[in-house]
């Protein structure tokens, strides 16, 4: 039961997360020494039997160091792991937020993009051990922000065993209401946190000071301290009299730098005022200045008040500019831009829209552009500056929007001189967005007369504008050419981004799709937006390589409006996924009207969309009208429109006549000459001349009623391959596969029907009912789930071959007679091997007649296979499809519906599986037996945590008692029984389960791990 887990401080230098167990050295440190505030530690213990607490005052109110006081009260006596967040304006973002959080409960790695029901699912991952996040300063966190929406999310999913702590000056406002009307909140406001007349005494005690001093001050804390100090006189005036004022002007632009700045090492402090400051003897010079356990330092809000005005205002101004510049240079650009807006420097904040657009360009953070432009007054917002942010924000809503081009043409006007690339960037981005070539050319002859030296920057701009007039004059070779010999390695890679898509897309667009592919690997693999990632898989697809088919068919339409991607993005990934829905017999997404493109470009994508929608659904006249029509208004002749149709060749060199000969007549690159192959295969079977096609390449390239078209014609002419190809697209696609043999059997065309009826014979079609195949436990079958009692599942032998096939879908004969007969002669073992195999198909598919070939029991050559498909369920099977969910549930963060697939997976149990396999001298099968059952237990006590988070004690102590039934031993098992009998509040039942884990713990010879230990404190009786 060793399983201990040392707390620790996490995160990299520098991280706001501090996670503590009961390492008393890892706690926070309080602003100042202070008398110990136990009344208010005793309210913040109530965080312990309640959700929420809320703790909401003004600066120097104490909040840090009445929470770092609660934390180590609850060292003393541990209920559970504390987990503290400083937070900071970055965390608005709601993916940084959810890193910062999952750094500190020491998990989340490996999740591109987490958010709230990661962050929760993390929580409940630390049951049954209690524990709680302390968010401080959490009004850093900007209202209405996505990081305030994923805390108001984290807050409505809350687990029971998790306790949320907010403190700041102020809320986000947060979905409350249910937990409050239950008495599930603790509020602790200014009056809580304000000092009581004893704690003012027992204060001035610790100084020698007189209380009285600190009367008139309603019991601020800072304030009060701050008297103490200075007598009765104005705080206010002190601090800024006597402390700064008898501070030197480094140490006090120092100060004022650290205010600024939040948090700070003395390097960005010495970069903002110029000097070389010892921020260790500041903090112990000026009070409210802390050290950090990282070594960066703090410097209380309070001092942004007082150095207000004590500071001139130029002086102020410049260390404030200093301190943006300080911050952009760290990514900080929230900070920086919030600083800005603060101090109403609109120079500032104009030169940091530059920057934000220049660093993100087709990925702009809308809801920080917004903020920005929103605080600006109307005397500056004409700025050029602003004129571009404003641009980009229209351009990330809708890129069709008119007003692009003006209001990057008066930025362009304003800062030529100083930001030409900026500008030209986006609106390089956003006249491709619209394949708008006389605006593309217009940009390349002001990219060619760029001001200043060639930077790097400046040198992918220009490369970059003429790959993309290239393209768009329909030569993506010539853009080629150009795109690969822009600096992308010379720029910050967020900066290169947009290049390196428009590389990989030019790629693929003179068919080198593997290249394509494997450039989408190496450079947006990892990246956060799913569409992004999905580049690769669909580029490969188009080049005949069907590997990432689960991604494909999986992947949802783009939406519009996102964070990453535009309503065109949307538009492009639905026209593929319509076109690969086609091969596969899926329901495509919606395409839009290719009329409504005024583009060839926009407008070839939803032709081709909308054609092999028609051909899956069976109107071939309705696709060729589809090409006729896009090619009455876009000719062959376009080369920028005919380029785009490349992507699709199969569709129109099959459809129409036009396309075939010019793409007989050019020179193709190799994924486009594989697609022209596949359609000459079914151009040439339609003629009579059928010849086989590699299975992949059909899939691929044909829509599914094509490629079976062309295994129908191949079967008709005696040709086996059209078999192999028929089995293939069944195994490969499913049951559509027979829907399209069916279908076929009732062409007009008596080859193809001839051949579809051939397929079907040879290939059976799926069962007419649905067969059960129940292992764990003694073995049962059901059809259309209803229990079958015949003579065959009587047989010992009948129930061992199907336990072991289940086993081993794929189980050669040699070890089936090995496994079953061992004592046997070959012979023999043979003739029953046959024996048994009739009475097995019997079993499992009674339906069918002598001849025909079985659906799911298949013997072919040496091997006996058990196939799986829709008509055929195993529980084993089931149970550990099960176990992919739920990892794949709780990894999205879908707690819920990992909670209903381990109820699932618990409820498949009904004994120790495969009993019939047990009796055989078989390692294999008691290893598998081994590993079932510790599945069996893991399911039993993940779904009984789950419960536990839930509010569910009684069914959580159920399952864990289940569990130790099979596992007497396991220490998930023992504790998930105490932590449940703790929330009971039942004293019998936790002196029960307290006993029953020391008696396991001492059949053992073991230690307990500090979890457990921490839940057997919490388990001893009540002091007398």
């Not at 940091?352 to 660093?359: C, E, F, S």
């Not at 898509?501 to 693929?508: P, Q």
């Not at 292992?775 to 789930?785: C, F, L, N, P, Y």
Request: aromatic share 4%; with cysteine.
């Amino acid at each position: 039961m060793d399983t201990t887990r040392a707390a620790r401080p996490v995160g990299e230098p520098g991280s706001a997360v501090r996670a503590f167990l009961v390492s008393p050295a890892a706690a926070p440190r309080p602003l100042d020494v202070e008398v110990p505030r136990l009344r208010l530690v005793r309210m913040l213990a109530q965080r312990w039997e309640r959700a929420v607490t809320v703790v909401v005052a003004g600066p120097g109110f104490g909040k840090t160091t009445v929470l770092a006081q609660a934390h180590r009260a609850n060292l003393v006596e541990p209920r559970g792991i504390d987990v503290w967040v400083d937070c900071e304006a970055a965390h608005g973002n709601s993916v940084v937020f959810a890193r910062v959080v999952l750094a500190g409960l020491s998990t989340g790695d490996g999740v591109r993009a987490p958010g709230a029901r990661d962050v929760v699912d993390a929580l409940i991952r630390l049951a049954p051990v209690e524990v709680s996040l302390v968010l401080d300063d959490v009004h850093e966190i900007p209202a209405g922000s996505p990081g305030a929406l994923m805390l108001g999310e984290v807050v409505r999913a809350l687990p029971t065993t998790a306790h949320l702590v907010l403190s700041g000056r102020t809320v986000p406002d947060l979905p409350l209401a249910r937990r409050e009307a239950a008495g599930d909140v603790v509020r602790i406001g200014t009056d809580d946190l304000s000092f009581t007349d004893v704690e003012l005494r027992a204060l001035g005690r610790r100084l020698g000071r007189d209380p009285a001093l600190a009367g008139a001050l309603r019991g601020w804390p800072a304030l009060v301290r701050l008297a103490f100090a200075a007598g009765p006189s104005a705080p206010w005036r002190y601090a800024r009299e006597e402390i700064l004022g008898r501070l030197s002007a480094p140490r006090r632009r120092a100060l004022g730098a650290l205010a600024a700045l939040g948090t700070a090492s003395s390097a960005e402090v010495a970069a903002v005022t110029g000097d070389a400051v010892r921020l260790d003897g500041l903090a112990r010079a000026v009070p409210l200045v802390r050290a950090l356990d990282d070594g960066r330092y703090r410097a209380h809000e309070l001092w942004t008040e007082a150095l207000a005005a004590t500071m001139a205002a130029e002086e102020a101004r410049h260390l404030h500019r200093r301190a943006a510049a300080v911050l952009a240079d760290r990514g900080d650009l929230a900070r920086a831009g919030a600083l800005a807006c603060r101090t109403r420097d609109w120079e500032v904040l104009a030169d940091l829209a530059v920057r934000l657009v220049n660093t993100t360009l087709s990925a702009l953070p809308r809801e920080m552009a917004e903020r920005w432009l929103g605080a600006v007054t109307p005397t500056v917002a004409d700025r050029p500056e602003f004129v571009l942010l404003r641009a980009a924000v229209v351009h990330a809503v809708d890129f069709t929007d008119p007003r692009i081009d003006v209001l990057l043409d008066e930025a362009w006007a304003g800062l030529r001189d100083r930001h030409a690339a900026v500008v030209l960037a986006q609106a390089v981005i956003t006249a491709h967005s619209r394949a708008d070539v006389g605006r593309l050319a217009e940009l390349a002859c002001r990219a060619d007369h760029l001001p200043g030296p060639p930077t790097p920057m400046a040198r992918l701009l220009r490369h970059s504008v003429a790959a993309t007039l290239a393209e768009v004059g329909g030569d993506p070779e010539a853009a080629l050419a150009e795109i690969v010999q822009a600096p992308v390695l010379e720029v910050p890679p967020v900066i290169a981004l947009p290049t390196v898509r428009f590389h990989y897309h030019c790629l693929d667009m003179c068919g080198r799709g593997a290249e394509a592919a494997e450039l989408a690997d190496r450079t947006v693999g990892g990246s956060d937006d799913e569409h992004v990632r999905l580049a690769s898989a669909v580029a490969r697809w188009f080049d005949g390589d069907p590997s990432d088919l689960g991604r494909l068919r999986d992947a949802p339409p783009r939406r519009p409006g996102g964070v990453v991607g535009t309503a065109r993005d949307a538009f492009v990934t639905a026209a593929f996924l319509a076109v690969i829905a086609s091969c596969c017999g899926d329901e495509p997404p919606s395409c839009a009207d290719p009329d409504g493109h005024d583009n060839p470009r926009d407008a070839a994508l939803a032709c081709a969309a909308r054609a092999a929608v028609a051909v899956a659904s069976g109107d071939e006249p309705a696709a060729r009208r589809a090409y006729a029509h896009h090619l009455a208004r876009w000719p062959v002749d376009v080369r920028f429109g005919e380029r785009h149709l490349r992507r699709f060749l199969t569709l129109g060199y099959v459809l129409d006549e036009r396309l075939r000969a010019c793409w007989d007549a050019v020179e193709l690159g190799p994924s486009h000459r594989r697609a022209r192959a596949a359609a000459r295969a079914l151009v040439r079977a339609r003629a009579g001349e059928p010849s086989m096609l590699a299975p992949e390449h059909a899939l691929c390239f044909l829509p599914l009623p094509w490629s079976v078209e062309l295994a129908a014609r191949l079967t008709a002419a005696g040709d086996g391959e059209g078999v192999e190809l028929g089995r293939w697209l069944a195994d490969a696609v499913g049951p559509a596969v027979h829907r399209e043999f069916r279908r076929a059997v009732r062409s007009a065309d008596e080859v193809v029907a001839a051949g579809a009826t051939r397929l079907l014979a040879a290939l059976p079609s799926p069962p007419t009912h649905r067969t059960g195949i129940d292992v764990i436990g003694a073995m049962r079958v059901t059809r259309d789930g209803v229990p079958v009692d015949v003579p065959q599942l009587r047989r010992t032998r009948v129930r061992q071959l199907l336990g072991a096939l289940v086993l081993t879908p794929v189980l050669t004969r040699d070890r089936a007679l090995d496994l079953l007969w061992p004592g046997l002669d070959p012979a023999s073992a043979a003739r029953n091997l046959r024996v048994t195999l009739t009475h097995l198909r019997r079993l499992v598919e009674p339906g069918r007649s002598g001849g025909d070939a079985t659906f799911h029991v298949r013997s072919d050559g040496d091997t006996i296979r058990l196939v799986g498909s829709a008509w055929l369920s195993v529980d084993l099977w089931t149970f550990d499809l099960l176990a992919v969910q739920v990892d794949q549930a709780r990894a999205e963060g879908d707690v819920d519906r990992a909670k209903d697939l381990l109820g699932t997976a618990v409820g498949l149990w009904r004994g120790d599986p495969l009993p019939d396999l047990g009796t055989l001298a078989d390692p294999d099968a008691g290893i598998e037996i081994d590993r079932v059952r510790a599945h069996h237990v893991r399911n039993l006590l993940d779904l009984g945590e789950l419960r536990l988070v839930s509010g569910e004690a009684a069914g959580a102590e159920h399952l864990a008692v289940r569990a130790l039934a099979v596992d007497p031993y396991d220490a998930r098992g023992h504790r998930l029984v105490l932590a449940a009998a703790l929330k009971s509040r039942d004293l019998r039942r936790i002196a029960t389960a307290r006993h029953d884990v020391l008696s396991a713990l001492r059949q053992l010879g073991a230690r307990p791990d500090p979890a457990t230990e921490l839940l057997l404190r919490q388990a001893l009786p009540p002091r007398r």
